[in-house]
């Protein structure tokens, strides 16, 4: 079974009950812990694990041979990312940190005075702790395209998932392109929120992308104690779906994190149970 452990909003606990999940599971099951979060990954820390660089990541860029070049300055217009300058008379002035490799320079040049270059944009790197084997991507500084080193993560992991029991994957926050790609091919979402406005109203955002990547899901609710737990209540039978686990926001918890600790905690297990017993939203 693949899982997504996933949310709209940032800071509501995703890796925390990611890892925790994984550490639980791996007592009696094979685990894979995907950390798709390339802008910001942590499980590492969380399960001091050391990670060893499976491969970089590179992405295409152009290359002018100037040359060829004429100097027109279409390659400029139909860039959509500004990573190209063009000023009247001057050969291109490319940023390559703009780029994210569409190749429309490419195409939309005349004089086929562009090739294909590439640029390293992140790398792969894999560890293990018991039963727990890993995975994260990292996207390098100043890059604009973490969804690319998700899909290389996806190609890495993909030919080795078959050999687990669980594949969890921890995405980034939000509903942008790399959550899209990294909740390709999850057989369940867990949204992890929080009762406050701000985590009702991205918890609606995540459902609705999951709802159209037709993905089955269910909510997890973090911090549980803190706020308006109505809120999130409506936001769940809007939806039709339930709230399978309540974690509290407790002191064990928050000294566990703060020391880079995965978290103990009974609600954890509600969700083992959730998932043997094979319930789906």
């Known amino acids: 079974m693949k899982i997504a452990i996933t949310g709209g909003k940032g800071g509501t606990g995703k890796s925390t009950v990611a890892t925790a999940l994984a550490i639980e599971l791996a007592k009696k099951n094979k685990v894979l812990l995907i950390d798709a979060d390339a802008d910001c990954p942590n499980d590492h820390l969380i399960l001091s694990i050391k990670r060893k660089k499976a491969k970089d990541v590179f992405q295409l860029i152009p290359k002018w041979d100037f040359k060829k070049c004429i100097k027109c300055g279409k390659c400029c217009l139909v860039c959509k990312q500004h990573a190209i300058i063009f000023v009247k008379g001057k050969y291109p002035i490319f940023i390559p940190e703009q780029c994210n490799g569409c190749k429309a320079c490419i195409f939309a040049c005349p004089e086929r005075a562009i090739k294909k270059g590439k640029k390293k ?21 100043n890059q604009p395209s973490s969804e690319l080193v998700i899909n290389a993560v996806n190609d890495y992991s993909k030919p080795k998932e078959n050999k687990y029991d669980f594949v969890i994957v921890d995405t980034a926050a939000g509903t942008h392109c790399d959550v899209i790609s990294a909740l390709e091919n999850c057989d369940l979402a867990l949204a992890v929120t929080e009762p406050t406005p701000l985590g009702e109203h991205d918890l609606e955002l995540i459902l609705k992308l999951l709802r159209i990547l037709k993905i089955p899901y269910n909510i997890v609710l973090n911090k549980a104690d803190v706020g308006d737990k109505n809120l999130i209540e409506k936001t769940a039978k809007k939806f039709k779906t339930n709230i399978i686990a309540e974690i509290p926001y407790k002191k064990s918890i928050l000294e566990a994190y703060s020391k880079g600790e995965p978290i103990k905690d009974e609600n954890i297990n509600n969700i083992i149970k959730f998932l043997k017993n094979g319930k789906r939203s």
């Open 121 to 141: 944009i992140g790398s792969i790197y894999y560890g293990k702790k018991g039963n727990i084997s890993f995975v994260s991507g990292e996207l390098e500084p």
